[in-house]
């Protein structure tokens, strides 16, 4: 029998998601290179410490436009559930390897859920810190105070963002056939009844 696959996710959206990718990578990169001293020879990615200091706030105000247009379609797919209070409570299990204490979820789960509205936070609290400290433009605009605090959160938020994209990327390669669902666009129908029964249910009604 030949394997029969959902779309879960549109040529568009594909694309926006790889967007956002490239531009975390750059932005990331370009910005480690000021966190740390040792850190600096990143800046040699992004052709030197003068462009890294250009282009850094110009690379992260494109990923939060871009992420933007992911944030509004998906946001509300993304609100908690009480089947997510149900998946937080057994999710020592699945990680343990035993799956089957998992409620049936839908298009997302609590993990994916949290993971979204940390980017979402994080990316927020970037732009906004991000200006208050960005040079020649609107700096000085602010009280020097202010701008220190801007650099703490804006840093604490940065460290936030890797590790959430870190757990993002690991998830998706730990959940066999899941990384298909951003390369080709579909998921197996036996991935979607496995891992996110609710949503394989509405997609596969009347058929």
Request: charged share 15%.
């Amino acid at each position: 029998m030949s394997t029969k696959y959902l779309q879960r996710y549109s040529d568009r959206d594909r694309i926006n998601h790889w967007m956002i990718a490239l531009l975390f990578v750059l932005a990331a990169v370009s910005g480690l290179a000021f966190f740390h001293p040792s850190l600096f020879f990143l800046s040699t990615l992004v052709g030197g410490g003068v462009w890294a200091r250009i282009l850094h706030p110009f690379l992260g105000v494109a990923m939060f436009l871009s992420f933007l247009g992911l944030f509004f379609k998906l946001w509300r797919e993304n609100l908690l559930n009480e089947a997510d209070k149900e998946w937080r409570k057994h999710s020592l299990d699945m990680l343990k390897g035993d799956k089957s204490k998992m409620p049936p979820v839908g298009k997302y789960n609590a993990g994916q859920k949290g993971v979204f509205w940390l980017m979402s936070v994080c990316l927020a609290v970037l732009l906004l810190t991000g200006v208050m400290f960005w040079q020649p433009w609107f700096a000085n605009s602010f009280p020097i105070t202010l701008r220190r605090i801007a650099v703490l959160l804006h840093s604490a938020s940065a460290v936030a963002l890797v590790l959430g994209v870190i757990m993002h990327v690991y998830a998706a390669i730990w959940v066999k056939g899941t990384v298909r669902a951003m390369t080709r666009g579909t998921v197996s129908e036996a991935w979607a009844k496995q891992n996110h029964a609710l949503w394989h249910e509405e997609m596969t009604k009347g058929k």
